[in-house]
């Protein structure tokens, strides 16, 4: 009987689907394609986590990113102890520093006399989350803990600075710095690969030639070049801003090549020349009529520009040319791995170089995700 | 077919035009001069520059005339052969630059080279065998490839080394020769370190142009007339290699337009991390001395590299491609 009823509803169900589709709109489609593309899936879920780590990282860091000891310069991260008596209780013994008496080097050892208990929401630090509610609680941290014995997750610097905590500032100024850049990227891009498809001509080829100039430029020599023009007394900020605007003077090409493509496209559309024929204005046609059926496309080119400027800026903080202390950045950080008998002593000093890893496989599985399915031909 | 080559050449020209123009604006974006540099520099060593010496060296270098005419001095300067003086050295730009500038070359062809030797078998293989376990394999890796940035990987590989095998496996020569004069030897030291440095700067590259390659293949792969030829009964290795490989191979050398200067942009940062003797380190430390003529040269120079580099891979193309070569569209 059930079998029955099955073959009865089959029909009814899949122009159920069938109709489903016929009326879906554009972004339902691309977003049920989207959808089934589970490595695009995992990507974006990581990238959402990244972000939420940029907005509140006062909340995930545990301690002043800026806090420097010399008395607790390159601890290795501590190892938490998950289980107390059978009951779960993560908690982690005081550390005391000496130094070896032939090496000079420092050791800590853990004392295991002490239970530092790791407290979910606990209190620490003052700050103002997003900049206007003041908070004390954080994600986790050692509550009432003297300096010198709390935690260290992922150990410290040669400072003494806790790099769990500074990670987490990183990540807030590695993935806007992405970003903000890609914004600046996709305004020349839109602008000028528009212009160069719509009206094509000599202006065309003019715009074509620049862009062809630019990508023969090997890039990180101009941008070196570029960055070490900054001035050393500009603040933070200006660097901040500096250094996008550097780094997006090369990203706008090829999203420029994307828009202008579509552009050409589109021009011969049947829908394209209907409007002109109805007698819709340029500015019309292109904002109303063009733009919404590549939208997808340009934000595929972006999700796919924002990993390489992640790239570039840490490339660039790593040579010491693009973001500097007290800025903190994945480049930044990763500065303190260059030197390579540092970091065989201290091998956690390189543990920054996964977050960076991470965000770009993220963003490129994202980034190819969309695109497929903003394009049901590829 | 001339016609190609002549257009090719003139935006080879322009090209290069443009990079000069960068160059120089590099060279003047700091504040202050060439002068103000070199009378912080001498006081530094303790000897002081008049107010009127400071002017005549200014007069003399022409650095008291309006930017365009500094522009067409040094460009004249530049085609006579001479770079200027590199401040912190003492010595004339070239001098310094000499043979790191060639080293630099020698490293970025053998990235070029390995990049081309892996990419293309795995391509094909990718294709052929789409979806299977070394298919699947090979993107992998081949994304992870795209997601690391060539200094970490650097560092990474250098990490291991040292780590693990206890070895140094930075810098392009063997201490004996670091300093010796050219000789078979050397050239032979020179090539058993650089397999590791173009290994960790063609490897972006390479996953890139498999991803290319697989997808440029598998587009023939679908055409009539590759069914044709299996109908016919050529033997499958034939039915791959002999017609739809060369089509896809196109795009394949066409990439080498772009992948040249990304490959030449990151010897400058692997270079730093793996001390290898190449215009990289140089670079970075006339860029934070603001040694500017010599960082203005090297970035001139490596442009000018990398056009040349592109419009060989144009002639090449032009070779392979019939259409290029016969004036079609």
Known sequence: MAALAEIAAAPETRSLAEQRIAVATQWQ????????????????????????????????????????????????????????????????????????????????????A???????????????????????????????????????????????RDLWSRLMFATRTSMTIGLVSVGLSLVLGVVLGGISGYFGGVIDTVIQRIIEILRSIPTIPLWMGLAAAVPNDWSVVQIYFAITIIISLIGWTELARVVRGRFISLKQEDFVMAAELVGCSKMR??????????????????????????????????????????????????????????LVISPWLLYPSVAVIVAVLAFNFMGDGIRDAADPYL | MIAYVVRRMLLAVLTVWAISVLSFIIIHLPPGDYVTSYIASMSASGSAVSEGEATALR??????????????????????????????????????????????????????LFTWALALPIGIYSAVYKYSFLDYVFTFVGFIGLAI???????????????????????????????????VAKAWDLAKHLPIPAIVLGVAGTAQLIRIM???????????????????????????????????????????GYLLPYIVSGSIIVSLVLSLPTVGPLLLKALVAQDMFLAGTIVLLLGVMTVVGTFISDLLLMWVDPRIRLGKD
């Open chain 2, 214 to 256: 697989r997808s440029n293949l598998l587009d023939e792969l679908r055409k009539p007339y590759v069914m044709t030829a299996r109908a016919r009964g050529l033997p499958e290795f034939r039915v791959v290699l002999r017609y739809p490989v060369r089509v896809a191979l196109n795009p394949f050398i066409s990439t080498i």
């Open chain 1, 285 to 342: 046609i292109i904002f109303r009529h063009m733009v919404p059926s590549f939208i997808s496309h340009i934000i595929a080119a972006t999700t796919l520009a924002i990993p390489a400027i992640i790239i570039s800026e840490t490339s660039l903080s790593f040579l010491g040319l693009g973001l500097r202390p007290p800025a903190i950045s994945w480049g930044v950080l990763l500065q303190d791995a260059q030197n390579i008998q540092a």
């Open chain 2, 59 to 112: 007069e003399q270098l022409g650095l008291d005339k309006p930017i365009t005419v500094q522009y067409a001095k040094w460009m004249g300067l530049i085609l006579q052969g001479n770079f200027g003086m590199a401040m912190e050295w003492g010595r004339p730009v070239s001098d310094v630059i000499g043979d790191r500038l060639a080293l630099t070359m020698v490293i970025s062809v053998a990235a070029v």
């Open chain 2, 149 to 183: 940035p060539g200094f970490l990987l650097a560092l990474i590989v250098m990490y291991v080394g040292f780590a693990y095998f206890g070895a140094n496996v930075g810098g392009l020569f063997s201490p004996d020769f670091a300093e010796a004069p050219w000789s």
């Open chain 1, 114 to 160: 002490t239970k530092l208990p790791i407290r979910f929401l606990a209190k620490g630090e003052p700050y103002t989350l997003l900049g206007f509610i003041p908070m004390e609680r954080h994600l986790f941290s050692v509550e009432g803990a003297k300096t010198g014995e709390t935690l260290f997750l992922m150990g410290t610097d040669a400072q003494g």
């Open chain 1, 29 to 112: 489609l691309m977003w049920w394609r989207f959808r089934k593309h589970k490595l695009a899936v995992g990507g974006t879920l990581v990238l959402v986590a990244f972000y939420l780590v940029a907005l509140f990282a006062d909340f995930f860091a545990y301690a002043d990113p800026q806090d420097s000891d010399a008395q607790r310069s390159l601890m290795a991260p501590q190892s938490i102890h998950w289980f107390d008596d059978g009951r779960f209780a993560p908690y982690i013994h005081a550390l005391k520093g000496t130094r070896d008496p032939l090496t000079f080097k420092r050791v800590y050892v853990p004392d295991t």
